[in-house]
T-cell receptor, first 114, second 115 residues
């Protein structure tokens, strides 16, 4: 119930392609869904986040689609660039818990070829 | 604004030895987190502090791991004795408060190798 399942494990696209990373959860108490980007040797950095009261959120080339009934959400990267090559983690946070603990997915390693 | 600082960046020890990691959060951030990131996995929360009090340590292996945040600012995480399976990157993060939507800002991590 506390897991967030992420797929695929790795992804290779050509420059300009639209990689899509999917996540699924079981716990309906999760109330906040961020995506983090991590480059080698660096800590994760927040990319974009969504709450379940909206179905889509866009920030620049990054879009989150959220399907509350299916308990799934996904990250789309428009016009992907080689600089987007990194590991991406979805996460979920318990809205009613006073700890605000983030539960991370397993990660997706994205390679964007020039 | 300076980010989350961690040291050392790398540490190699033999099993059964002890090791300590240090974290200095972003100035003014009340909440501090320690995560363990095993190669190929997402970060897993070990312990969370609000100021100098522990909020959640449910996933901290308390027989060998300890952490403190004296004076509610910087923090240390200790492992004694280390096991092979403790090889991982230890990430420190901080956030302004405990709100669900507060962004967690991560440091670069300390890569621990236990031989």
């Amino acid at each position: 119930q506390q897991q967030v399942k992420q797929s695929p494990q790795s992804l290779i696209v050509q420059k300009g392609g639209i990689p899509i990373i999917n996540c699924a959860y079981e716990n309906t108490a999760f109330d906040y869904f961020p995506w983090y980007q991590q480059f080698p040797g660096k800590g994760p950095a927040l990319l974009i986040a969504i709450r379940p009261d909206v179905s889509e959120k866009k920030e620049g080339r990054f879009t989150i689609s959220f399907n509350k009934s299916a308990k799934q959400f996904s990250l789309h990267i428009m016009d992907s660039q080689p600089g987007d090559s990194a590991t991406y983690f979805c996460a979920a946070r318990h809205g009613s818990s006073n700890t605000g603990k983030l539960i991370f997915g397993q990660g997706t390693t994205l390679q964007v070829k020039p | 604004e300076a980010g989350v600082a961690q040291s050392p960046r790398y540490k190699i020890i033999e099993k059964r030895q002890s090791v300590a990691f240090w974290c200095n959060p972003i100035s003014g951030h009340a909440t501090l987190y320690w995560y363990q990131q095993i190669l190929g996995q997402g970060p897993k929360l070990l312990i969370q502090f609000q100021n100098n009090g522990v909020v959640d340590d449910s996933q901290l292996p308390k027989d060998r791991f300890s952490a403190e945040r004296l004076k509610g600012v910087d923090s240390t995480l200790k492992i004694q004795p280390a096991k092979l399976e403790d090889s991982a990157v230890y990430l420190c993060a901080s956030s302004p408060r405990l709100l669900v939507t507060d962004t967690q800002y991560f440091g670069p991590g300390t890569r621990l190798t236990v031989l």
